[in-house]
């Protein structure tokens, strides 16, 4: 190199698609991505196969139906991240509706999987006797009309949005 310079260009489009904000959305992504993996895939892994937690079955029914909504949340980041890493500017129609719709449906369900859980934990600290007769099928019954009314409410959404 004997004291010259080397001088790098990078092309208007990519040197405006790789900004710091980009780079910090990615990374957090792939932070979100990963803990989520790891995080949700253990609590399933360590409820279903080892009955892990010493909670009343309720409890563990429903952290179950909420880990899984946490991994079809970190589908969305999966989606986020593959925009970002591709420069894909959303032309496939049905993908974008898709990433919307995907969007809509698990975090409506992980919010109310989130105040179900909290609900209930406060109906146990408050009636502990009555707390006994709660069984799992009907936890599981509650979550079946989450994940019901969490499906239908983004269509419901998109009928009456049509410009999204």
């Known amino acids: 190199m004997n004291g010259s310079t080397v001088i790098y260009t990078i092309s208007p489009e990519l040197a405006d698609h790789y900004t710091a904000g980009n780079?910090?959305?990615?990374?957090?992504?792939i932070f979100v991505i990963?803990?989520?993996?790891?995080?949700?895939?253990?609590?399933?892994?360590?409820?279903l196969e080892y009955n892990a937690?010493?909670?009343q079955r309720p409890i563990v029914a429903?952290?179950?139906?909420?880990?899984?909504?946490?991994l079809l949340s970190s589908l969305v980041f999966i989606v986020q991240l593959k925009e970002l890493l591709s420069e894909w500017d959303r032309g496939a129609v049905f993908l974008c509706k898709f990433n919307q719709y995907l969007n809509s449906f698990s975090f409506s369900a992980g919010f109310m999987f989130t105040a179900v859980l909290t609900t209930l934990k406060l109906l146990t600290i408050k009636y502990p006797f009555r707390a006994a007769h709660w069984t799992k099928c009907k936890a599981s019954m509650m979550c079946g009309i989450i994940?019901?009314?969490?499906?239908?409410?983004?269509?419901?959404i998109f009928v009456i949005n049509k410009t999204s």
């Open 23 to 29: 780079y910090l959305r990615i990374s957090y992504s």
């Open 53 to 55: 937690f010493k909670l």
């Open 147 to 156: 994940w019901v009314f969490s499906l239908a409410y983004p269509i419901a």
């Open 34 to 47: 990963l803990s989520s993996l790891i995080g949700d895939t253990t609590i399933l892994v360590a409820s």
């Open 62 to 70: 429903i952290m179950e139906h909420l880990a899984v909504s946490d």
